[in-house]
């Protein structure tokens, strides 16, 4: 079983992050499910999004109706979207315990709208600390794919987003991002190959994770997680 310690009455903040098609929904899934099958209580959430009021920007941001943003108005819904999320869902569940598990968080602006939109990381850093009140995940995990692999998976699924039809060398810029954001703080980050299998993928945070919550044996992650 999963054990927290007397220490830890605080919940732990795990992220997801990676360019599209990396697979992260699939993996909060299984780490969730194999969280939830050990007894912890488990919350899972997205960004943009995971509350109303993020929702309800999510869809205007990822609408290609929308059509083109100024970088700044972008990084600005952003952060007010992930304010609200951070102040109605994240807080109250680390505050009660729980492992809370969101696909995407802060370096997701800093990659896309610091780096691939040229608002230069300081200024996107500054926004996003504001909108968080200087809150960071215990763990992110960088799910690393290859852009053309990832953009051609995530096309296969759904109709490209305003965000997914940009064009190459933008996500390009993207991945190395989040190469560079790992780099400078590889204690906080795990990086992890899309290109790797499912299962091994899972077991790879698992084991990860395990350091984190405190239990050696890691989460178990079955055949039939790994399948659904």
């Not at 919940?11 to 990676?18: L, N, Y």
């Not at 969101?102 to 996003?128: I, K, M, P, T």
């Not at 994770?209 to 050696?216: D, K, P, R, T």
């Amino acid at each position: 079983m999963w054990q927290r310690g007397p220490m830890r009455s605080r919940g732990s903040f795990i992220v997801f992050e990676g360019g599209e098609g990396a697979g992260k929904s699939t993996q909060v899934k299984l780490l969730a499910a194999a969280l939830r099958s050990d007894g912890l209580d488990v919350v899972t959430t997205r960004e943009p999004g995971g509350s109303p009021v993020g929702e309800r920007i999510r869809d205007l941001l990822l609408d290609p109706a929308t059509g083109s943003l100024h970088p700044r108005a972008e990084a600005l819904l952003f952060a007010a979207a992930r304010a609200d999320h951070v102040a109605t869902l994240i807080e109250p569940g680390l505050a009660r315990g729980a492992v809370v598990i969101c696909d995407r968080f802060v370096d997701s602006s800093l990659a896309y709208q610091g780096v691939a939109r040229h608002l230069g990381l300081d200024e996107v850093a500054r926004l996003s600390s504001f909108a968080t009140n200087g809150l960071t995940p215990d763990l992110t995990i960088v799910l690393d794919v290859d852009p053309v692999a990832g953009l051609e998976r995530a096309r296969r699924s759904a109709a490209a987003d305003r965000i997914e039809s940009e064009e190459l060398n933008f996500h390009r810029q993207v991945r190395q991002a989040f190469i560079d954001l790992s780099a400078a703080d590889p204690d906080r980050y795990l990086v992890v190959p899309a290109s790797s299998g499912i299962g091994e993928t899972a077991e790879a945070i698992a084991g990860r994770v395990s350091e984190l919550v405190g239990h050696a044996g890691g989460p178990r992650i079955g055949a039939a997680e790994v399948g659904s």
